[in-house]
């Protein structure tokens, strides 16, 4: 005797057949292979408004230890409250601090963030002295008076005395060094940390007494004189100033280094232009620097100092705000940095005059800059490098993005594939049910035949 399905179990089964399995998988996989062409066309995309990858030829990072200073304790040893405590000067304190700071190098101001005593720090310290005990502070004025002095027989020699700026404010220092200084003539730096509040009479004016933050360091360097704005760049002044590092061989066969000392000024000049006149340049006009033009500049650097370029959209390897070492355009801080780019077999190094912090690693960015010099530097795969320096005037940050007649493509084909993928879900389940039906009622009909007499 035939058997017939249940139809209520057939109704209500959930699964597919084997046929529609296949067909199901195979639409998968479909749908699987549009979505991976779709992100293999967004990457392709993407990467031709982008550096891709760059060389890996990352430049040594430097760290450094900040010796650690006790405020508390340095607080607790000054009594500058008032006028009267102001006239002394309390030994153990001064030893306290002079202890540490003969630890700091001018790399730990840089990392401390050492501040110009500008007239509104001034202010505060005077007003709050005990709040910003051990404050790191750069200095500079004239070099008014240095008196040396021993303050026990075994005791080592320093220096204190008075430097005044060219507003006539004064700071008093305790230093060990003062070397080759003669008062009422150098202007000089002082790098240090806020003691407390000093006062002094007057020596030129008897009866007047000056109150005035007192500052210890280690040594007083040469300084210089503000400079004017740099409004054109002077490429012969360069081009006579400038020499390049060059990689040499040891008897060994390893890498050596020759390293020239740069004059300051010839670099400190560019980046005062690139601070007060390098936006007059038509920098359109400017070549736009590549693989080829890159190699040129490093083989034969003479020919390029002083010439600007643009770059292409590159990325950055490194990059920070530093401490900038005594200049007459008065930088106190500037950006330093490293730019690779895939195209490039070498990395670019670049200072740029604006102290930008908003800028982070894997960056990629637009910069337009004047080539300085040939720069020797660590590398961290191949030892000792060559790598062109230049000045970048204008950096800024660019955002890849891909077109958006490819993004809305693949949109639009993702959404199709998916719905396309719904509908044969729907259409099988529909059938399903169809089936189901058609089944019922064929059965329903038979059972009526039966159960007919005439049958």
């Known amino acids: 005797m035939r058997k017939f399905k249940d139809p209520a179990a057939y109704a209500q089964q959930t699964g597919f057949?084997?046929?529609?399995?296949?067909?199901?998988?195979?639409l998968s996989v479909a749908l699987l292979l549009v979505l991976l062409a779709i992100g293999w066309g967004w990457f392709?995309?993407?990467?031709?408004?982008?550096?891709?990858?760059?060389?890996?030829?990352?430049?040594?990072?430097?760290?450094?230890?900040?010796?650690?200073?006790?405020?508390?304790?340095?607080?607790?040893?000054?009594?500058?409250?008032?006028?009267?405590?102001?006239?002394?000067?309390?030994?153990?304190?001064?030893?306290?601090?002079?202890?540490?700071?003969?630890?700091?190098?001018?790399?730990?101001?840089?990392?401390?963030?050492?501040?110009?005593?500008?007239?509104?720090?001034?202010?505060?310290?005077?007003?709050?002295?005990?709040?910003?005990?051990?404050?790191?502070?750069?200095?500079?004025?004239?070099?008014?008076?240095?008196?040396?002095?021993?303050?026990?027989?075994?005791?080592?020699?320093?220096?204190?005395?008075?430097?005044?700026?060219?507003?006539?404010?004064?700071?008093?220092?305790?230093?060990?060094?003062?070397?080759?200084?003669?008062?009422?003539?150098?202007?000089?730096?002082?790098?240090?940390?806020?003691?407390g509040v000093f006062s002094e009479e007057d020596p030129e004016a008897p009866g007047r007494w000056i109150e005035a933050p007192l500052v210890v360091g280690t040594k007083l360097i040469q300084s210089r004189l503000a400079s004017a704005p740099v409004n054109t760049l002077n490429v012969a002044y360069l081009q006579q100033q400038i020499e390049h590092d060059h990689v040499t061989r040891t008897e060994s066969g390893m890498p050596g280094i020759a390293t020239y000392d740069q004059p300051s000024d010839a670099i400190w000049h560019v980046m005062a232009w690139g601070r007060d006149g390098a936006d007059a340049l038509d920098w359109n006009a400017a070549p736009e620097i590549d693989a080829e033009t890159l190699q040129a500049v490093s083989e034969t650097p003479d020919r390029f100092v002083g010439q600007a370029f643009r770059f292409p959209i590159s990325r950055l390897q490194g990059v920070r705000v530093r401490r900038a070492p005594e200049n007459a355009p008065r930088f106190e801080e500037y950006t330093e940095g490293w730019l690779g780019n895939s195209t490039w077999k070498n990395v670019v190094h670049f200072w740029s005059p604006i102290p930008d912090r908003e800028l982070e690693l894997a960056d990629y960015v637009r910069a337009q800059g004047v080539f300085v010099r040939n720069f020797a530097y660590d590398s961290a795969k191949h030892g000792?490098?060559?790598?062109?320096?230049?000045?970048?005037?204008?950096?800024?940050?660019f955002e890849p993005v891909s077109a958006p007649i490819y993004r809305n493509m693949a949109i639009a084909i993702s959404v199709g594939a998916i719905l396309l993928t719904l509908l044969f879900i729907g259409l099988v389940r529909r059938d399903r049910k169809r089936a189901a039906r058609s089944e019922q009622e064929l059965i329903e009909r038979r059972r009526a035949r039966r159960a007919s007499p005439t049958s």
């Open 17 to 26: 057949t084997s046929g529609e399995k296949k067909r199901l998988i195979g």
């Open 44 to 195: 392709k995309t993407r990467a031709v408004t982008s550096p891709g990858t760059m060389p890996a030829e990352v430049p040594l990072q430097e760290s450094i230890a900040i010796p650690a200073l006790d405020t508390a304790k340095l607080d607790a040893q000054v009594r500058d409250a008032t006028a009267e405590q102001r006239v002394l000067l309390d030994d153990e304190a001064l030893d306290f601090l002079l202890t540490h700071v003969r630890r700091l190098t001018p790399r730990h101001y840089e990392a401390l963030g050492a501040r110009v005593l500008d007239d509104e720090l001034r202010e505060r310290l005077l007003e709050e002295p005990s709040a910003a005990r051990g404050t790191p502070l750069t200095v500079r004025g004239w070099l008014h008076s240095a008196e040396a002095r021993r303050r026990s027989p075994t005791a080592a020699l320093e220096y204190a005395g008075r430097l005044v700026d060219d507003d006539g404010h004064v700071t008093y220092f305790v230093t060990d060094d003062v070397p080759d200084l003669m008062p009422g003539v150098d202007f000089v730096r002082l790098d240090g940390r806020f003691l």
């Open 384 to 397: 000792v490098r060559i790598a062109p320096l230049f000045v970048i005037t204008h950096l800024e940050s």
